[in-house]
Nanobody, 119 residues
Framework: QVQIVESGGGLVQPGGSLRLTCAAS????????MTWHRQTPGKQRELVAQ???????DLGDSVKGRFTVSINNAKNTVYLQMNSLKPDDTAVYYC?????????????WGQGTQVTVSS
């Protein structure tokens, strides 16, 4: 059984910062990549950031220069550092992990964490 748990969301003023954490646990053999998406009501889920276990990153155009993503392979944990936050960053942020449990490779999703940027 694999669990993906996000934390670190909350209310922040425009221009502020937050750090989200996503931890994968359970019967994990190998993690290939971990990804952050976000979603607001009525909109499609948007890719925010992805990082491979080798440290290769990809950021969505709307967050480049403001967000960074990092991974701690020993802890199966990924971090999303969000700076210069804007009201448009308000969303539920979801993490997923592309991983294998022995012979099987699957993508597991967390339940999401709310980020609200407002004065």
């Amino acid at each position: 059984q694999v669990q993906i748990v996000e934390s670190g969301g909350g209310l922040v003023q425009p221009g502020g910062s937050l750090r989200l954490t996503c931890a994968a646990s359970g019967s994990i053999f190998r993690i290939y990549a971990m990804t952050w998406h976000r979603q607001t009501p009525g909109k499609q889920r948007e890719l925010v950031a992805q990082i491979t276990s080798g440290g290769i990153t990809d950021l969505g155009d709307s967050v480049k220069g403001r967000f960074t993503v990092s991974i701690n392979n020993a802890k199966n944990t990924v971090y999303l550092q969000m700076n210069s936050l804007k009201p448009d960053d308000t969303a539920v942020y979801y993490c997923n992990a592309d991983l294998s449990e022995g012979f099987y490779r699957s993508i597991y999703w967390g339940q999401g964490t709310q980020v609200t940027v407002s004065s």
